[in-house]
């Protein structure tokens, strides 16, 4: 069965870097545009960055030029480096496809602390 497993978030202050890491399985991962959102309490799940099967990339203009999205097709993982993290940024972080028709897997959260 189709299944998403995120890693990589953590506590960090502002100003910090992660890297998240997302390992797909149950489905052709390279025929896929995939993507990471995000949750903050109280607010909707939001798209974050998204990576097509092309590899081209889009970004939402609240992480533009401070997260990039990667994928590697041959370990079915997509990548979610992220830098000159704000506190504004703490949220849970999901991948997904690009248009979020898979089943969701259960985050990992990051906070980011000022």
């Known amino acids: 069965q189709v299944q998403l497993v995120e890693s990589g978030g953590g506590l960090v202050q502002a100003g910090g870097s992660l890297r998240l890491s997302c390992v797909a399985s149950?489905?052709?991962?390279?025929?896929?545009?995939m993507a990471w959102y995000r949750q903050a309490p109280g607010k909707q799940r939001e798209l974050v960055a998204r990576?097509?099967?092309?590899?081209?990339?889009m970004y939402a203009d609240a992480v533009k030029g401070r997260f990039s999205i990667s994928r590697d097709n041959a370990e079915n993982t997509v990548y979610l480096q992220m830098n000159s993290l704000k506190p504004e940024d703490t949220a849970v972080y999901y991948c997904?496809?690009?248009?979020?028709?898979?089943?969701w897997g259960q985050g990992t959260q990051v906070t980011v602390s000022s």
């Open positions: 149950g489905f052709t991962f390279v025929n896929f545009n």
């Open positions: 990576i097509h099967n092309t590899e081209d990339t």
């Open positions: 997904n496809s690009g248009t979020a028709i898979l089943p």
